[in-house]
């Protein structure tokens, strides 16, 4: 039996459980089982996901995250801004530019501001990755997927894919109103094409600088928010010239301000908030 201090903390409503676990033995712990477990929202404390800030060799430290399902994805857009917040607030000296290391790669996350438990947080994405195979996508490897059918019982649905370090499929709606999310975000997220899933997102063009945004996350299921489903809605924006390369997304969370800039790298802009602080026993 471990106690374990943790905060719950949130991007756009999109809320996760993170333990400072740079001081902890977790060794021997199923994480998977834990987060299952952790994150039900009537037996457990109740999140979209759970994050374990550790040690890192290449970075100021690691971060790795799980679904509620028990899964773990390569990165998470929400969760990294709230993880900077923290590791930020618990070193010294206080550093406002920091590195991360994720399943996706180094994450170089940057506190632009500072306000007791909020905090605004810019992310480097990193480039987003197009090609086919590592997106990745069955079928045969092209450089891009652009506007591509996909059909599932009796629907076709035109999909721009990307990962952001991990899978994205971004369908464009007229109107998000009426569409159905939880209906279709499962079917597609676990379409044979995607070997490992991917996270949907269903987008409505509002201007050429703005677009609202639905997702079906892999793992979680529809969420308030999703950081890099928002990247990947305006990098599929920009592949099929409905947006600039600068937008503003609007998620059923807020919003949320993503730059895909001349360097090809995308850049994320948005809140972390810390809702309260707890001891729990595992």
């Not at 399902?69 to 990294?80: T, V």
């Not at 807020?254 to 729990?280: I, Q, S, Y």
């Amino acid at each position: 039996m471990l106690d374990i201090e943790f905060s719950k903390m949130e991007g756009l409503g999109n809320d996760f459980i993170v333990i400072d676990g740079r001081k902890i033995d977790l060794e021997g712990v199923d994480l998977a089982q834990i987060s299952i477990k952790l994150c039900d929202r009537h037996f457990g404390i109740g999140a979209d996901g759970l994050i374990l800030i550790l040690p890192s060799k290449k970075a100021n430290a690691k971060m790795r995250i799980f679904n509620p399902d028990g899964s773990e994805p390569e990165m998470c857009g929400n969760g990294i801004r709230c993880a900077a917040k923290l590791i930020y607030e618990r070193s010294e000296p206080k550093k406002e530019i920091l590195s991360v290391e994720t399943l996706a790669g180094i994450m170089l996350p940057s506190i632009l501001e500072h306000r007791g438990r909020s905090a605004i947080v810019e992310v480097d994405m990193g480039i987003p990755v197009l090609e086919r195979s590592k997106i990745p996508m069955k079928g045969k490897d092209q450089p891009k997927v652009i506007g591509e059918d996909l059909k599932i019982n009796g629907e076709t649905f035109k999909v721009t894919c990307v990962s952001m370090g991990n899978p994205h499929c971004v369908i464009f709606v007229n109107d998000l109103n009426v569409t159905d999310v939880g209906k279709w975000g499962p079917q597609i997220e676990n379409n044979s094409v995607f070997p490992k899933r991917t996270n949907v997102e269903f987008a409505q063009i509002t201007g050429k600088e703005a677009v609202s945004v639905k997702v079906w996350e892999r793992g979680a299921g529809e969420t308030l928010a999703c950081g890099t489903g928002a990247c990947a809605a305006l990098v599929a924006g920009v592949l099929n010239n409905k947006l600039s390369r600068k937008v503003t997304i609007s998620l059923p969370g807020g919003n949320l301000e993503c730059e895909w800039t001349e360097n090809d790298h995308v850049l994320m802009r948005g809140p972390a908030v810390t809702v309260f602080e707890g001891k729990m026993t595992i």
